[in-house]
């Protein structure tokens, strides 16, 4: 090959990188201009002034925890304070916080009150962490009083008023029926809870509004479907799957006072029980108005076989009883898998509760049905990352 041909070649081969690299920056461009290549943003605002500016040159991580039921949802800001400028914040004092990408609407994540502010170093930091305010007020106040012959919308209601908040009940939930139920030095939060425990519901409070809702349906208190948030293995750069089957409980029992035979009574709920309410009948042989849940065992228990949950509660009748083993029961087949992932690309629109579909892993974890149970989102300098916990049932686990 003559000198002249190799530089003819050589000329072509830098043409061809030339091209490529014009290529690439072009994609690199329309990618940007799709929106593909996004900054994320968050916007801070105390008493209706928008007070982010301030935090722009600063800010060193922002994190936000969307937790399921009374725990309470948590923004945490580091802001860096080399230079030693920074004011110490007072506690008490409410923020109102947004997240998402810049160019787009960003997400309302609701309002947090100051509650702990830390300054460590070198070099030197400043952290405020807030808490939900919702969850700071009367509804941690303890309370005495009980109620009977009522149902759990009724409760709801007046646990709502009383605490200044909008109650949102589904439907066939609110009308359950409550026999009895004591508030003795406990605050509505932990009666709400119990209260959601027995029923297999989720109580919480978001924006103003006290939600009571089935746990595992998928579905807002209006009974409209939230929607499917899908997953793919592109999505995460990290994730975690682990099933505990043989650690799982096989039945739950419940006790009972059985007052008729002055002795404790108690129910049995596993997989082979099945529900129907029925209707009871009056002294005079007449069908009562309202029914109650019972359960039939399709197949006998074998209690040397069972690894048996006992709830520690002893309940006031058969009824209520069975209700708290089966809402026990249905919480443990959800519970019992798990699934962690950090979408590297955050997604400030995920919440608890929310139903989700995953795929791209193994057979066994896609073919199942998940419920997300914790969103943390994390907006850094490198960029804006959403780590999600999911549960799912273990009937849907495939062998």
Same mark, same amino acid.
């Given at each position: 090959?003559?000198?002249?041909?190799?530089?003819?070649?050589?000329?072509?081969?830098?043409?061809?990188?030339?091209?490529?690299?014009?290529?690439?920056?072009?994609?690199?461009?329309?990618?940007?201009?799709?929106?593909?290549?996004?900054?994320?943003?968050?916007?801070?605002?105390?008493?209706?002034?928008?007070?982010?500016?301030?935090?722009?040159?600063?800010?060193?991580?922002?994190?936000?925890?969307?937790?399921?039921?009374?725990?309470?949802?948590?923004?945490?800001?580091?802001?860096?304070?080399?230079?030693?400028?920074?004011?110490?914040?007072p506690r008490g004092v409410v923020l109102e916080a947004a997240i998402g990408w810049k160019?787009?609407?960003?997400?309302?994540?609701?309002?947090?009150?100051?509650?702990?502010?830390?300054?460590?170093?070198?070099?030197?930091?400043?952290?405020?962490? *807030?808490?939900?305010?919702?969850?700071?007020?009367?509804?941690? /106040? $303890?309370? &005495? +009083?009980?109620?009977?012959? #009522?149902?759990? !919308?009724?409760?709801?209601?007046?646990?709502?008023?009383?605490?200044?908040?909008?109650?949102?009940?589904?439907?066939?939930?609110?009308?359950?029926?409550?026999?009895?139920?004591?508030?003795?030095?406990?605050?509505?939060?932990?009666?709400?809870?119990?209260?959601?425990?027995?029923?297999?519901?989720?109580?919480?409070?978001?924006?103003?509004?006290?939600?009571?809702?089935?746990?595992?349906?998928?579905?807002?208190?209006?009974?409209?479907?939230?929607?499917?948030?899908?997953?793919?293995?592109?999505?995460?750069?990290?994730?975690?799957?682990?099933?505990?089957?043989?650690?799982?409980?096989?039945?739950?029992?419940?006790?009972?006072?059985?007052?008729?035979? *002055?002795?404790?009574?108690?129910?049995?709920?596993?997989?082979? /029980? $099945?529900? &129907? +309410?029925?209707?009871?009948? #009056?002294?005079? !042989?007449?069908?009562?108005?309202?029914?109650?849940?019972?359960?039939?065992?399709?197949?006998?228990?074998?209690?040397?076989?069972?690894?048996?949950?006992?709830?520690?509660?002893?309940?006031?009748?058969?009824?209520?009883?069975?209700?708290?083993?089966?809402?026990?029961?249905?919480?443990?087949?959800?519970?019992?898998?798990?699934?962690?992932?950090?979408?590297?690309?955050?997604?400030?629109?995920?919440?608890?509760?929310?139903?989700?579909?995953?795929?791209?892993?193994?057979?066994?974890?896609?073919?199942?049905?998940?419920?997300?149970?914790?969103?943390?989102?994390?907006?850094t300098g490198s960029g804006f990352t959403t780590a999600l916990e999911l549960e799912m049932?273990?009937?849907?686990?495939?062998?």
């Open positions: 090959m003559s000198f002249q041909d190799l530089l003819d070649q050589g000329e072509t081969l830098y043409n061809r990188g030339a091209d490529a690299v014009g290529e690439l920056a072009d994609t690199v461009a329309d990618l940007a201009g799709a929106g593909q290549l996004q900054q994320p943003a968050y916007r801070i605002t105390l008493k209706g002034k928008d007070i982010t500016a301030s935090f722009a040159d600063r800010l060193m991580a922002l994190t936000l925890s969307d937790n399921r039921g009374f725990e309470s949802d948590e923004l945490e800001i580091v802001l860096d304070d080399s230079d030693g400028k920074l004011d110490l914040p160019g787009k609407a960003l997400v309302d994540k609701g309002s947090f009150t100051v509650d702990e502010v830390e300054h460590a170093g070198a070099p030197d930091t400043l952290t405020i962490r *807030a808490r939900a305010t919702d969850l700071r007020a009367g509804i941690a /106040t $303890k309370r &005495e +009083r009980s109620w009977h012959k #009522t149902t759990v !919308g009724k409760i709801v209601e007046a646990v709502a008023k009383a605490n200044g908040l909008t109650p949102c009940v589904s439907d066939w939930l609110a009308k359950r029926p409550v026999d009895h139920i004591d508030q003795t030095s406990e605050s509505d939060a932990n009666l709400l809870t119990r209260l959601a425990e027995r029923h297999d519901a989720i109580a919480t409070v978001k924006s103003g509004r006290l939600l009571f809702i089935k746990a595992g349906d998928a579905e807002s208190a209006t009974g409209k479907p939230f929607p499917l948030v899908r997953i793919t293995r592109a999505s995460g750069d990290r994730h975690r799957f682990a099933v505990a089957d043989r650690n799982a409980y096989t039945a739950v029992k419940a006790y009972w006072h059985n007052l008729d035979k *002055a002795e404790k009574g108690e129910v049995i709920v596993d997989a082979n /029980t $099945k529900f &129907e +309410r029925r209707r009871g009948v #009056t002294k005079r !042989g007449k069908p009562t108005k309202r029914s109650h849940l019972t359960a039939t065992q399709a197949k006998a228990t074998e209690p040397s076989a069972q690894n048996f949950k006992v709830l520690r509660h002893i309940y006031a009748t058969e009824a209520t009883a069975l209700q708290a083993a089966k809402a026990a029961w249905e919480k443990l087949q959800r519970g019992v898998a798990e699934f962690s992932i950090t979408l590297a690309h955050g997604r400030p629109e995920i919440f608890p509760e929310l139903p989700a579909k995953v795929a791209g892993f193994k057979p066994a974890i896609d073919s199942c049905d998940w419920l997300i149970s914790k969103a943390t989102h994390c907006i049932k273990l009937e849907d686990v495939k062998q």
